[in-house]
């Protein structure tokens, strides 16, 4: 399977930007799928997840009441919608398959090229 993450960019902040993961080559639409990022000289981190049906979704406390995950199983693509972004959300995004009592634990060996958001002040 193969994990395109699109629809980055350079935005300011206050802005709003969605950004995609569509999977290739395989479905995933019974798995848990989560959002994670990382910033130059920091660590990948937890941003959000979503049950493989859509009901249950999960989020870093940095980014709740922003950021809002969903998935069309059909099309075997999450969203990330980020609202009100602020500079410390400048990192690339990626998205994986994800495990866990809160789906914040990544399947190894799934992640694929993510997309860099860029908030400029």
């Known amino acids: 399977v193969q994990l395109q993450a699109s629809g980055g960019g350079l935005v300011q902040a206050g802005a709003s930007l969605r950004i995609s993961c569509a999977a290739t080559g395989r479905t995933l639409t019974m798995y848990g799928m989560g959002w994670f990022r990382q910033a130059p000289g920091k660590e990948r981190e937890f941003v959000s997840a979503i049950s493989w049906n859509g009901n249950t979704k999960y989020y870093a406390e940095s980014v709740k009441g922003r950021f809002t995950t969903s998935r069309d199983n059909a099309k075997n693509t999450v969203y990330l919608q980020m609202n009100s972004l602020k500079p410390e959300d400048t990192a690339v995004y990626y998205c994986?398959?994800?495990?866990?009592?809160?789906?914040?634990?990544?399947?190894?060996?799934?992640w694929g090229q993510g997309t860099q958001v860029t908030v400029s002040s």
């Open positions: 994986a398959p994800t495990f866990g009592t809160t789906l914040s634990q990544p399947l190894s060996g799934y």
